[in-house]
């Protein structure tokens, strides 16, 4: 019997490009998300609505919740497209293996430096954390899983890094955090802060070197946790998993 001829598949078909109704979703959808955004940093989060966007977006009220669900969703896809914290790799520097090759005090001023900058070089950032302190609203709730990767990128860091775990060294950096936290936020609605403006450039490197000073206060290169006497407490790893 002659042999049968392999069963060619089909090919695959090409994609359908969108058709015009969806294009133009698209670049409504696009608009009201940049009106959003517009509205932020030149208002602040608080005084963001649903009809101060469809007023800025130049869209009926009825779209912002046929796309998004109401504004809740614009604040999340807003929130997705702006990077507002920095990654796990942002805030060591450098590969993992570098980083693990640091003594704990090179960890801990790297670490806290790169996150000061990263709060430095996005002022959302500091909008958000602003934000969070008031009373929640619609757009606190939907950058909630944002503001929760930043916890998560840190707990990358200290679960791999053993001194990062050590109780000491973990209390100086979550300090350290909440402080540069508060000056961010301090620079971008009140920058004089004990006669010093905060919000300059040469202000904000002076911040960095008081934070590296405290640090090397707390730790040299051959320690490998906090200088200072008496055992740690013991704390439950529950408690050690904050949100930051």
Known sequence: ??????????????????????????ATEAAIVLAFDRLVRREGLRAVGVNALVKEAGVGKGLIYQYFGGLGGVVKVWGEKHKLWPSTSELMGISDEAFSSLSPRQQIRTVVRNHMQGLRDNPLSSEVLADELMAPTEITAALKAARQRLGQEHEAIHAYNHAMCEYDNRSLVMILLAAANYFAMRAARAPRFMGEMIDTPTGWEALHKRFDRIIDLALDDD???????????VVQPDILRAEN
């Open 223 to 233: 320690a490998s946790s906090v200088k200072v006497s008496g055992s740690a407490p």
């Open 1 to 26: 019997m002659p042999a049968k001829k392999p069963t060619q598949k089909p090919k695959p078909s090409p994609p359908k490009k969108p058709g015009p109704g969806r294009l133009k979703r698209q």
